[in-house]
């Protein structure tokens, strides 16, 4: 177990932010988690955090994959003061963390994610796991399932993944999982590019749009400078800043800030929704 403090970390937020689908509440204060071909439970009491793995899987895995090095506190800190909004959204989302997750996964979950919501998406992808995934069992002895890798995907149909739920995604994802695993698209040259470079690269892939390639960049590739842009985001734009988002301020923080405003948005749909 290594036990880390944190202001700006919130298990809950993180988990229910859209940017990772398979995070799950498992009881108060706990969840799980599949990642980087591993299973990982961690449990939160205020801004203490606990990870039920070793010090050397945490120092090798989670502190990169939570992005624990980096200084959020400074990034809500350079907010100008005078932007209420924006100063808003960054306190009632400030246990964010811009999740560094696998490339591969990013790209199928988030073509999976378009025109759909998180509760249907974390299924879809259940059931690709439990379908194409690899049986893994971990330390203390729970059953989990790896993310399918191109090659197990490339070679299901089109109609074995509608199987999953997929919809109309499932050709999206056979024709990408076929470019991938044949080399069409090479994902570590994606890696080592730059935002603009990886953006266009994403787009050659059949069903990624220029949202769904920003959320790639911004939750795999750790490129904080993308800003995915959908329908609610576009009308919180128009609504919040109709001369345009001070992105020459923000730069490379303009991702996180993006994150921050989204959650926002969608916890107060949900509030909206339910009264």
């Known amino acids: 177990m290594v ?20 995070m799950n509440i498992c009881g108060e204060n706990k969840y799980r988690l599949v990642a ?3 299973y990982l439970e961690i449990t939160q009491q205020e801004d203490k955090i606990s990870f039920d793995c070793t010090q050397e899987e945490y120092d090798k895995i989670w502190d990169a994959y939570f992005d624990m090095e ?29 999740l560094q997750q696998d490339l591969w996964e990013m ?39 790896d993310f399918p890798t191109p090659k197990a995907l490339a070679n299901a149909s089109v109609a074995d993944l509608r199987a999953c739920n997929l919809g109309y995604r499932s050709k999206y994802i ?10 069409d698209i090479d994902l570590e040259k994606i ?41 609610h985001i576009n009308k919180v734009m128009e609504a ?3 001369n345009g988002f001070p992105f020459e301020k923000y730069g490379e923080n303009s991702g ?19 009264i």
Do not use: W
Request: aromatic share 12%; hydrophobic share 40%; charged share 25%.
């Open 70 to 98: 980096t200084d959020y506190e400074k990034v809500i800190a350079s907010i100008d003061r005078e932007d209420s909004y924006l100063m808003a959204v960054a306190a009632y989302g400030k246990g964010i963390r811009i």
């Open 36 to 38: 980087a071909g591993r």
């Open 107 to 145: 790209i199928i979950s988030f073509i999976i994610s378009q025109q759909n919501n998180i509760k249907r998406i974390r299924k879809c992808i259940e059931l690709l796991c439990e379908k194409y995934g690899e049986k893994k069992i971990s330390a203390n002895g729970v059953a989990y399932f």
């Open 3 to 22: 036990t880390v403090q944190n202001k700006n970390f919130s298990a809950l937020q993180i988990c229910m932010s859209g940017q990772c689908f398979r």
């Open 174 to 183: 056979c024709q990408t999982a076929n470019a991938v695993y044949h080399g």
């Open 240 to 242: 919040q800043y109709p």
């Open 191 to 231: 890696r080592a590019m730059e935002y603009d470079a990886a953006k266009k690269e994403l787009l050659k892939l059949y069903g990624v749009g220029a949202k769904v390639a920003d959320c790639i960049c911004l939750f795999a590739l750790h490129k904080t400078d993308a800003f995915p842009r959908d329908t």
């Open 256 to 274: 996180i800030l993006q994150q921050y405003i989204f959650y926002y948005d969608l916890e107060n749909k949900k509030y909206m929704n339910n």
